[in-house]
């Protein structure tokens, strides 16, 4: 883990939240929770109705991760903990990564519920817009740690999903050498909203990571402060 190297000192931090707003939950399309005020994992439960399960109508389903991801046991857990099956709710296997995101595209294009798994900053949630929802409970890292994300737990109670933390980490050697760059280094730091939008434009054209950089460096302007007025100017001739 870079933790362990970071505490050792063979690597150095040197900005947090280089990503802000990653990580993983559940979610909701948008169009949901502007028609009906869903914000909640508890509001969403009481509306098995409007996320009907694909093969059987009468439940409300819940997309959750493929056989063989780790997050399996963890939604399979928070199913458990929020007692969904009592609720009206059946869990729905998409197979596949490439299923997980079928669901989501087939249903939201068509403006169906649709409810369960996803991550950012991914390429889903920058073609389509989602809720992420609050679990109304704080984070509980000892109950996740030996429960959330056990797959034999026997007693799962309600947690929120871990928080994903992005890092810069530099070594010793590159920070000595770096000079004026650790500016750069230090400030460098995206929205998950914005990258978001750049996987998704990246994956409708097809484009290659170099077209991606290209096109976030002519179209957004966050990286204006990450370099002093001289280099932009020379970022800007260039491009």
Not at 94 to 108: D, I, K, M, R, Y
Not at 196 to 209: F, I, R
Request: aromatic share 12%.
């Amino acid at each position: 883990s870079a933790l362990v190297y970071i505490n050792n000192g063979t690597l150095i931090q040197v900005r947090d939240e280089v990503v802000v707003g990653a990580g993983e939950s559940w979610y909701i399309p948008n169009y949901i929770q502007e028609q009906y005020g869903l914000n909640t994992i508890e509001d969403v439960l009481a509306r098995p109705d409007l996320f009907p399960h694909p093969e059987d109508s009468s439940k409300g389903g819940i997309v959750i991760c493929p056989e063989g991801w780790s997050c399996k046991k963890h939604n399979e857990n928070l199913f458990r903990a929020f007692d969904m099956e009592a609720k009206g709710w059946k869990i729905i296997d998409p197979g596949s990564g490439t299923g997980l995101n079928a669901f989501w595209e087939g249903q939201v294009v068509k403006e169906k519920g649709a409810f369960g798994y996803y991550w950012a900053p991914t390429a889903i949630l920058g073609k389509y817009p989602m809720k992420k929802l609050s679990f109304d409970v704080p984070h509980d890292n000892d109950e996740w740690n030996n429960c959330t994300s056990q797959e034999d737990c026997a007693d799962p109670q309600k947690n929120s999903w871990v928080v994903s933390s992005v890092y810069t980490v530099v070594t010793d050697n590159f920070k000595q050498k770096a000079g004026i760059g650790m500016d750069y280094i230090v400030k460098r730091a995206l929205p998950n909203k914005t990258i978001n939008a750049l996987l998704a434009w990246k994956d409708d054209n097809q484009a290659t990571g170099e077209d991606a950089a290209m096109h976030f460096l002519s179209n957004y302007s966050e990286w204006h402060d990450w370099v002093d007025g001289s280099a932009r100017a020379k970022v800007e001739s260039a491009l």
